[in-house]
Structures are given as C-alpha cells and as structure tokens.
C-alpha cells in the first residue's frame, strides 16, 4: 500500500519521522498536550462558526513562510474545522510515539467493531439500559487502512445520529479527560494511569474520526494532503521551524 491507503500506525510513525526532533528537542509532554488544546479549541470555533474551511494551499517560499509563522494564531484561529482537526491529531500522534503508544492498538482494542458500552452495532446507548457491556470477539475483521476504520465508525456511530455540534462537545469531552489521566499520571507515575492514558487517547481520536465523518471529508486522504512527507510549514522531510 502507500498513502494515503495506510494504516493508522503508518500516519503515526510518518508524523514522528517529521517531528520527532524537534519535538524531542523543543516540547515538553504538557507542551505537546497543549498544542492539541489549542487547535481543538480553534476546531471547535470553526464548529460553532458553521466553517469546516480547507488546507492552504501548497507550501510558499521561505520569506511567505516565515511570515506564516509569525501568525499562526490568526491564521489557525480562521481556518476552520478541518484544518486544525487535522494539526491537533499530528499532536496527538506526537504524544502517543513519544510515550511509545501503538494508537492503532489501542483503538482496536478499544473499538473492536462495536461500541465499547453498550456492545451494539451501531451504537445503541440512547437506549441501553443495562451494565457495561462485556468484552467480546470483534464484529467485523479489522479495518486494514486508517480510511476503513473512519468508515467503521461511522458503522458504529452513524453521523445520521448526531450533530456535528454534539460531535464536538464529545471531542472536547475525550481531550479533557485524556488532559487527567496525564495530569494523575505525571503525579503519581502508577501503572493505572498510564493505562487510562492508554485509553482515553483512543477515545479521543475515536472522535476525530466522527466529527469528520459529520464534516464529510475523508480524515486519511486530507492528513496526507496536509502533511505528505514533510512539514506544512517549513517543507523539509525533517521539520527545523522554531518553537511557537
């Protein structure tokens, strides 16, 4: 296969192969946890502003760059939905290689073909009135490509059921609760926690998946247009920009 028909894991290591220095040499764990509060926030405007919005366009010379650079709070703050749904998921992927977490595992895991609550496809939690439900073999064999596995969960959850605006309260809900499962984590370095960390970063990527399913655009083919290979900004294989 080659992208954008790659498995999630494949975006993540991509991701790290372009950051992973100088997210190493920059960023703290919090830095990259607030980096993903920033553009999830900025993804929730451009939800209540009713703009999905669309990519730049292709890298500019370096002088336009620089200048990009320099205003990245305008220039995200307007962009919409989609791209800063996509930049907080590059974030995400940060996070997750630098604690060494197969996000793709853990979402299987997770999200094996049916939801984890109520054990139903699709979803049946409106009207679930039992106990959680119990784990059991997958529905379905596993989604090959990070595009089947959007198209899972909207199998799951179907966007005919919920708002794009519910959509994304979920999403802010899973980033708070993935932001406390580090916060109990980097306090008390107990194995628990990290596994919620675990978790609760399937969770909320699980809801980037939903709200672009509710935003119509294919998550997979528009994170490789955004990132093919090398940084939006700079354009180099091997990201060099500066901290911001």
Partial sequence: MAFPNEPLSQFQKMTWDIYGLADDRLY???DLISNMERFTMWGLKGIRKGKIGDLPSAKTDKAEQTNQ???FSNAFSTAGLKFNLLLAAAWLF???SRLHIDLEKQLWERFPYYCPYCGQLPCNCKNWKGPRAEIKAPIKAKPQTLAQ?????EEIYPAK????????VHWA???GELSEAWHLFEGTHKQKH????EIEAADYFSHFLTVANSAGFNFAEEFYKLLPGYCHVCG???CVCNFF
């Fill in 28 to 30: 703290s764990n919090w």
């Fill in 194 to 197: 990290f596994r919620q960390i």
């Fill in 236 to 238: 180099q294989k091997i």
């Fill in 149 to 153: 596995m959007q198209r899972m969960f």
């Fill in 173 to 175: 809900e899973e980033l």
């Fill in 69 to 71: 650079a320099e205003s």
């Fill in 161 to 168: 059921n919920r708002t794009l605006e519910h959509g994304g």
């Fill in 94 to 96: 940060a996070l997750c």
